[in-house]
């Protein structure tokens, strides 16, 4: 084989393997993905909350069913009112509810959601298992407005776009700025730099707008999706959004110009809040331990606040506390991203 051939697979090997931060990223940070996942779900089980409608506590939930079902290990019953049924779908705490009565079981749920129709799989196999349930067992699709999965589905969406536009837009922008040196010459022209970080934020605001409105177009016109809160409210959480991602972006590129490194790093801030955030499944499904982490994650609280908008009917003051946290945060970030910026 061709010399020179060789020493070049050689040089890329070296160029890899000499820069460390590079190493952490290719290979590093996916183990300690696979490590923190894996400890913890491994042999852990996860149970699913059901809510029974029309009995008070678990006795009167066998008398009820008529047959003494026991209580299936996998999943916790609690019991409420149908409008508290509803609320609970809209926030994805549970996937389904159902009414025993007399004759007949009936669950609700939507049909196009797969883990609502996993769960009632699961529950019907558990209540004919040894004819426990002799009772008819019927299925009530939801189709009211709040309650399908796309409803749940879209406002995260919506949510997730703000993220992925300001970290991938402005970070990959600026560390490109510097890894072709233009960030240095900028800073030697009588710009502010106030203005400069000002400028990306001003841009990124008319952009992610016109990604969530094409999306949410869509949904209007192939899925019904109406926002029932207020828009106000929607706007200012929408702000309040991009004010922390932007703030975010900053301080993720404030300090890498390589492209390798800079890879990892957005993907180590957004992999994470992709998976747990709830953006496509309902984040209750994770383990009790890590709900209260999950909940402070910038992304959960756009996602939750967009939710609680667009399917409960949320107004201002509803959705006040988490665009406090977000607009902190964002300048949090932003003032840190500041501190440590790297110019050349």
């Excluded at 079981?105 to 196009?112: E, M, Q």
């Excluded at 799989?121 to 067992?137: M, S, Y």
């Excluded at 939801?142 to 995260?156: E, Q």
């Excluded at 993220?163 to 040196?181: A, D, E």
């Amino acid at each position: 084989m061709n010399n020179s051939f060789v020493q070049l697979v050689f040089l890329q090997f070296r160029s890899f393997y000499r820069e460390p931060a590079i190493l952490f990223w290719a290979i590093g940070f996916p183990i300690i993905m696979a490590a923190v996942l894996g400890i913890a779900f491994s042999n852990k089980e996860i149970k699913r909350t059901v809510m029974i409608l029309g009995s008070a506590d678990s006795a009167s939930f066998e008398k009820e069913l008529g047959a003494d079902i026991g209580m299936p290990s996998r999943f916790t019953f609690i019991y409420g009112t149908k409008s508290q049924a509803e609320l609970g779908i809209k926030r994805g705490e549970i996937q389904l509810y159902f009414l025993p009565s007399s004759d007949r079981i009936t669950f609700f749920l939507d049909p196009s959601n797969t883990e609502a129709q996993n769960t009632y799989l699961v529950l019907e196999r558990e209540f004919r298992r040894d004819n426990k349930v002799t009772k008819k067992i019927v299925v009530q699709p939801l189709t009211s407005l709040g309650t399908r999965y796309i409803d749940f589905l879209i406002p995260g969406l919506i949510a997730l776009g703000i993220l992925n536009s300001c970290i991938w837009g402005i970070s990959w922008t600026l560390i490109n700025y510097r890894i072709k040196k233009l960030l240095r010459r900028m800073i030697a022209t009588p710009m502010k730099k106030s203005y400069f970080f000002l400028a990306q934020f001003s841009a990124r605001i008319f952009i992610t707008i016109a990604e969530a409105v094409f999306l949410f177009l869509f949904a209007w016109i192939f899925f019904k999706v109406q926002i029932s809160g207020s828009l106000l409210a929607l706007a200012i959480v929408f702000f309040c959004g991009v004010i922390a991602f932007s703030g975010l972006a900053i301080l993720v590129s404030s300090k890498t110009a390589n492209t390798e490194v800079a890879n990892g790093i957005i993907n180590a801030v957004t992999l994470p809040m992709m998976i747990l955030s709830g953006i496509f499944f309902s984040y209750h499904n994770f383990p009790e331990w890590l709900i209260p982490v999950i909940k402070i994650l910038p992304l959960t609280m756009l996602a939750d606040a967009f939710r609680s908008i667009f399917v409960e009917g949320a107004g201002i003051m509803d959705v006040l506390l988490p665009s406090l946290i977000l607009l902190v945060e964002g300048i949090v970030f932003y003032w840190l991203g500041r501190k440590i910026y790297r110019w050349n």
